[in-house]
């Protein structure tokens, strides 16, 4: 949705490496905003975004206005899975249909032999993989790491609605995330229970959370103690500012 940042620049780099021509779209959607969202205050910085992505010289720039995506009223939008209900969708009812859909008007438009999208977005990831594998789309998606500050806090571009105060205690998102995975691997399997932690840790430094989840990596549902690849994903506010993040691991 463009006001780019290091994270973003990772996935051109990777398609840089995978493909001969590589487009970067740039579109905040209106479809995966709800009505009490922030989709007028989102940052919109094309001019600067245009220059990031000529200094990695990118190939096309596709940044379409609404007339080109919506020619019409959209009434026809992507019918999606459980899965697009919970975490995420849970708490921000409708997102993961309106991400769908406009996703898929973009693998329509530009036809692209590959698209990449960042783990940060984790259940996004999850969702876009079985749109195009049921939807039997000619494309193959790959996926970047989440790319970090030096302490620990996933780029994103709602980071800079953070104060002073808050984008220090922001860390510990991440911070409370890594003591789940040291937890699971060193052989605690009460999940349930190091979810419970882990949300009053956060709480108690004046968080607001969402959801802190141990999931399997494969169907994005509550892990089993036997699984053995495993997801903790977090969704949580400090001040105003909504945050989400992950962590994969793998169990021996």
Not at 8 to 20: G, I, M, S, T
Request: aromatic share 8%; hydrophobic share 40%; with cysteine.
């Amino acid at each position: 949705m463009g006001n780019l940042h290091e994270g973003h620049l990772a996935l051109v780099r990777k398609a840089k490496k995978n493909a001969d021509c590589v487009v970067v779209s740039i579109y905040v959607n209106p479809l995966q905003f709800l009505p009490n969202e922030d989709f007028n205050q989102y940052p919109r910085t094309l001019s600067e975004d245009c220059k990031l992505l000529r200094n990695l010289d990118v190939d096309i720039i596709f940044a379409p206005d609404d007339k080109i995506l919506f020619p019409v009223e959209q009434e026809i939008l992507v019918l999606l899975p459980p899965v697009a209900d919970q975490l995420e969708g849970k708490f921000r009812p409708g997102f993961f249909r309106g991400v769908a859909t406009i996703v898929l008007k973009f693998l329509n438009i530009i036809q692209p032999d590959i698209a990449i999208f960042g783990k940060k977005d984790y259940q996004q990831l999850h969702i876009i993989r079985r749109m195009v594998q049921q939807l039997n789309l000619p494309v193959e998606i790959l996926d970047e790491e989440v790319i970090r500050t030096p302490d620990g806090l996933a780029l994103s571009s709602r980071n800079r609605y953070l104060n002073d105060n808050q984008r220090i205690e922001a860390n510990h998102l991440y911070q409370t995330l890594n003591a789940v995975k040291t937890a699971i691997q060193t052989g605690q399997s009460n999940f349930p229970l190091l979810e419970r932690n882990a949300l009053n840790r956060l709480e108690t430094r004046g968080w607001s959370v969402d959801y802190i989840a141990v999931l399997n990596q494969d169907t994005l549902q509550p892990a089993y103690s036997e699984d053995k690849a495993l997801v903790v994903a977090a969704a949580a506010r400090i001040g105003q500012t909504r945050l989400i993040d992950n962590i994969e691991l793998r169990k021996n």
